[in-house]
């Protein structure tokens, strides 16, 4: 069975491993105050070029949407949202859990445009009954989305003007940012994102570490006892040091972007061969997510060789799948899934 | 000013308040445990046939909402509603704020169907992440709904029937119960609503009373226990024979189906000399809320004299506004309503 | 049966009645929106000589608490309380259920002194895992207590001073605050307790109302966004205007003072006279709560007679009980209570 | 510095490095599905002579107790715990940021007794105002304590015949348990435990593993779907496998008994020689954790050399401090501690 399900079906990045062999026995201290999380964070705040911001490391996604949301919001605000947020959908009310309501705005493409933000916040305060409504706060979008989409550089500042205009924080969730930043149609470097965002997070899980998400916090208002929510929300892990390593290991020489190139340059190959071969797509995807439309029974006979995630009945004989590409993909699977595609159609 | 802006714009039921001085100076046990509330029960248990009902009262219908579906559901559950439902949009948050999601499904008309539930809860479980989702468990309906649409007793048969077949609690918010009882088209009864549900509630606030909220759990499973659920979210008022004197003078002569039966006869007035003006409607309502569309310049002069609630833009010069009857509404203010709106156009 | 076991077991003072009586078809805005509610804010503010408080009317205790604290924490701050704190042992866990720990100090008389807050606090900020712990925010105070002991000005004085040089809101709960208002050890005014915390309540469900607690909120941090969170924790009243004429009455012609020393006189009277009894008291109370220690077939007896609440067993033969007066208690059922004790010992 | 402050100063187990590295380019499924995960929770299944019992893998000790106390209790209900339990102290309120109080018992040793937990329960029940105080449900004990006291088997079993006959689960925090069990006055097994509680779980992160503590359910109450709740509470790791194959590994060759073993004998070895040394303790641990008392000009001397953390003052010139020892502890760091204290005793 070869995987192409998910973009954390494989361990991590060699680097790490052996890097965690050479510190194992180390004595550090724990909970993130150790050498390697001060190092893993300065270099995280050079590549953002943010020398003020505050960067924490967190264990998974779900954990570290709720962590960030929770410590921007009072009770009675919410955090906006496309309707197919990862916190929307797949995240098992996680946030809701901690008292807070997603505010859903429905999108094609799973982004937000600040056209939307905007009126959405000014119809709320127009209306004759705003306190009985969640009072937006927060904004929440994830780049790459969930649909595999991903923000240009004029779209990402001017979601931000709009923020700042209506008094509303910025997160973005990177889990696949580093798919993002590879892909040939972005123009956004990290630091943009830092300089756009209020918070917003570098994924580790689906980009080479074993695991492991790293907040970088640049608006003042959000850094005051964060450490305090981390803990509270489970995400303090005990050995700490093993995401410092992860994250310092995966920006040294450039490394993080280089295996997400490589994930990029294969659903692009992915993508360039399936489109020759007439095959549509659920959504117009740049990154490592691909959204092909095929045949049921195509899909029937790929299921014996491959996995892939099921994404939407498009019509009684199609249905639109996903497949992910990530750090660790190999080339002649991917040429093996596109030969097999070819064959079967 | 003459008001039509909502349903508790005036005081409550002279025979309520003749009530409450002829009590006021008795000794009671407080926390609804006076004989009051027993006697206010046992009647409201008696015209819903269901002797093995448990009732208990509170103060309004936010907090009635929470403790109803935060005592019915897990964590990880929530509820199934319309997008229009109150819980949903005016409650600021305060399922979420519990830690429950809002589940919400589109309709034309504020009403849930029998389909669209099963629907659902099928493609719920049928997902293969199911478990990052979150598990629909109780199904939220309110009867007259938000947009002043009623359930014909088929449609709460079925919906009913799929929320048993698929292991759903069906919850009917009855805020405004008299006025959907009362009016025209209504085919169902009070006993009907308690033998289709698992708990619904008999809105007080809205139909004669100062205030209070008359909660029928029928429901063996969701009986456990509801006292505690009760004080803690905040609805157990400590001289709560107010709340029992209330529904006992309520639900004597058969008087809460009288006073609904005026607000709904008003509506229905208004509704069918709107109509024989050309005047359209947002949405075709039953009962005491109508919802006519007006021009900007028509509203504006009527605004003049009377008050009454935005609902939605319809184009650049028409506006949808909500007028509301109630227990208490004035026959000659509609006439007068009726006669100025005719004046203008 | 003679109630003493509660100071809500009354309706209230005639005076509201006859008020609600003379409103009650008059139409208002809804949601503490109307001319009453106004009013009756200016009274109060007048009272605590705080013209720029806000104050908001709220039905019951719990709901209030939890509002109050719910607004003014973030997730991972607590409210230092005495253990015997009402927020910390009779309301069902309101105040957790909506995220927050309730921080205790063991007392031996229900109050909390500056030295134990200050203490508190800096252990917690001293601590080398303050971050693994809730971080003080806010004291919760009662005053009365639920002991029945008051705060003396230069206690409050003192407490207030160490709340503002540590970063920490003061709260005081005043459920029954015209009853420490009026009793004759009491130094503090109105005005002082406006003046010596950042938020505190005044309580009419126990002084003379049907329901309902004026919170008046002097510290600006406090103030915004507060409906918001009125109406998320179900205590933003439909009828508004029934706390706000409640309050209006209350604060006339220096009747809530008034009702207020008719039960301190009345609960001294108790006092006293069990004290010339040679009856010893569970907790020198000097308010409408008292505490007398009497032996358990005394109070089997006085059962047959009056209702009283249970306290706690102070030996195998021995019990403490608590008998409350109130704005209506009956002077003659004060001297038959007496007189039986009398006759039984 | 060689650090005794904690017991995740160091990496892990070598055998579980190895067997990552020798899995890492597999691919498996993700959120706990895998093979390893399978497999690993037979070989605890059989440990706990517990075929029907249900085994999670979850990364961290509070997100842990959060998971299963959340998933067992209904919001009006409490968790019982000593005091000093870390859900009481050391969680920063995750339990109280999810709903739920705790609800704490004095304790000398930081274990409860079945008499304490029977008298606080009847209690409970007992108060006329019962609904009004949060209801026991669930009793929470650690093994070893946070003091480092331990459960004899006839402890155990008298307080799990109390949680049933009483409608009360056990739940047993394990995070030490390793340790607990190694220790010279142990007498229980792990399959003692999985017959006295209702849910416990295996801690990894302090006993050989990078992190990671296995969840065992036996009532089957409790296992209906409690993977909806790890994952809402943040603790579903992507990489599931990578809890799988650290248990797998710390359960093969009796592995995690010997390691246990390994630091229970270093803690004896420490204890019986600063005994030897006349040196008293803050509380008579028989396990890892040790809680000498000493002159704070000692210890001023041994923070030179040695990390330790702080845990109480005992009186104006002597503190009670925490020694751990773990798997990784060496032995010549034993002695050398042991060494430097009788130098400069």
């Known amino acids: 069975m ?3 399900n998910s973009d954390y079906t494989e361990g991590c990045h060699p680097a790490i491993l052996k890097r965690l062999e050479e510190t194992n026995m180390e004595q550090t201290a724990g909970y993130g105050e150790d050498e390697y999380c001060r190092e893993a964070a300065d270099r995280i705040k050079a590549v953002c070029e943010a020398p003020d911001a505050n960067v924490h490391f967190l264990v998974g996604g779900t954990q570290t949407n709720v962590t960030v949301i929770a410590s921007a919001l009072r009770p009675y605000q919410g955090a906006i949202t496309a309707t197919t947020g990862h916190i929307n959908v797949h995240e098992t009310g996680a946030l809701e859990a901690c008292g807070y309501k997603c505010l859903t705005i429905d999108t094609p493409d799973g982004k937000l445009t600040a056209e939307q933000v905007e009126k959405y916040t000014k119809a709320h305060f127009a209306d004759e009954s705003f306190e009985h409504m969640v009072q937006p706060k927060l904004v929440y979008i994830s780049n790459p989305t969930e649909l595999g ?8 500042e001017a979601l931000y003007r709009v923020c700042r205009e209506n008094d509303l924080y910025l997160f973005l969730d990177g889990a696949r ?3 993002g930043l590879a892909c040939r149609e972005n123009d956004l470097t990290m630091a943009d994102i830092a300089a756009n965002t209020d918070v ?5 899980t689906k980009v080479g570490a074993l695991f ?3 907040v970088v916090i640049t608006n003042p208002e959000l850094k005051k006892d964060f450490r305090y929510s981390i803990k509270q929300r489970g995400g303090m892990l005990a050995k700490g040091r093993l995401l410092g390593i992860q994250f310092l290991t995966l920006f040294e020489e450039n490394r993080y972007f280089e295996i997400s190139a490589h994930a990029a340059r294969l659903a692009e190959k992915l993508k360039d061969e399936l489109t020759k071969m007439n095959i549509s797509f659920y959504i117009n995807s740049p990154t490592n997510q691909q ?3 095929l045949p049921d029974d195509v ?4 299921r014996e060789k491959y996995s892939f995630a099921y994404q939407a ?8 799948v996903r497949f992910c590409t990530c750090w660790a993909t190999k080339e002649e699977n991917v040429e093996a899934l596109l030969a097999d595609i070819r064959a079967i159609i």
Do not use: C, M, Q, W
Not at 149 to 156: D, G, Q, R, V
Not at 200 to 204: C, H, L, Q, S, V
Not at 313 to 320: F, G, L, N, P, Q
């Open 299 to 302: 899909l029937d006979k790929l």
């Open 200 to 204: 917003f997070y570098i994924g580790g």
């Open 149 to 156: 989409t991903i923000y240009k550089k004029a779209e990402l």
């Open 291 to 293: 959204f092909p439309i």
């Open 177 to 179: 940012l580093g798919y």
């Open 212 to 214: 492991g998400e790293a």
């Open 2 to 4: 070869i995987r192409f």
């Open 313 to 320: 009945r498009v019509d009684e004989t199609h249905s639109a």
